[in-house]
T-cell receptor, first 111, second 111 residues
Framework: QKEVEQNSGPLSVPEGAIASLNCTYS??????FFWYRQYSGKSPELIMF??SNGDKEDGRFTAQLNKASQYVSLLIRDSQPSDSATYLC???????????WGAGTKLIIKP | DTAVSQTPKYLVTQMGNDKSIKCEQN?????MYWYKQDSKKFLKIMFS???????INETVPNRFSPKSPDKAHLNLHINSLELGDSAVYFC??????????FGPGTRLLVL
């Protein structure tokens, strides 16, 4: 059974600090990795994807992928209260169509 | 606006009733999905269609029947609704191997 694990949190981070969210996956053959943000009562929204080992930056967000250790992380710099949400990690499995989803980490940014 | 849209947004109904949820995407994607998100917020894939063909059919009661009249539409019909069907149902779409984009969700409450 292919799995994606995330700490459910809540992860509490002071405003302006760096929030670090982690995700591990079981399928060593996984190729594509996605981070989604879900505000309470809203739908998941794609914020980043990463395919290659290393870092990928987009504004205040950095995705980091380490295939050897089978983890992917999301860093949020200069955290804002508006970043408070649940962050979902998703990994493309064997199927071209199916994503394997983590249960999400709830992030709280304290003013 | 280019998007994934779902109707209705809210659905409150009695046990035993039959109901349908509709989904449309104008992103030009070839793959569409139905997800169920329960009170614990875990996203569970139910079905996926690629070019109108059913390609993912997870362990879902036979009371749930998807239908894709064309690449841009994916509907979900639910027969004999039960209390445990209460959840948020999300439609999503993607190109093969690419990120999935979600509709706003349909909040179903079975009384």
């Amino acid at each position: 059974q292919k799995e994606v694990e995330q700490n459910s949190g809540p992860l509490s981070v002071p405003e302006g600090a760096i929030a670090s969210l982690n995700c591990t996956y079981s399928d060593r053959g996984s190729q594509s990795f996605f981070w989604y943000r879900q505000y309470s009562g809203k739908s998941p929204e794609l914020i980043m994807f990463i395919y290659s080992n290393g870092d990928k930056e987009d504004g205040r967000f950095t995705a980091q992928l380490n295939k050897a250790s089978q983890y992917v992380s999301l860093l949020i710099r200069d955290s804002q209260p508006s970043d408070s949400a649940t962050y979902l990690c998703a990994v493309k499995g064997d199927s071209n169509y199916q994503l394997i989803w983590g249960a999400g980490t709830k992030l709280i940014i304290k003013p | 606006d280019t998007a994934v849209s779902q109707t209705p947004k809210y659905l409150v109904t009695q046990m035993g009733n039959d109901k349908s949820i509709k989904c449309e995407q104008n992103l030009g994607h070839d793959t569409m999905y139905w997800y169920k998100q329960d009170s614990k917020k875990f996203l569970k894939i139910m079905f996926s269609y690629n070019n109108k063909e059913l390609i993912i059919n997870e362990t879902v009661p036979n009371r749930f029947s998807p239908k894709s009249p064309d690449k841009a539409h994916l509907n979900l019909h639910i027969n004999s609704l039960e209390l445990g069907d209460s959840a948020v149902y999300f439609c999503a779409s993607s190109q093969v191997q690419r990120a999935q984009y979600f509709g706003p969700g349909t909040r179903l409450l079975v009384l």
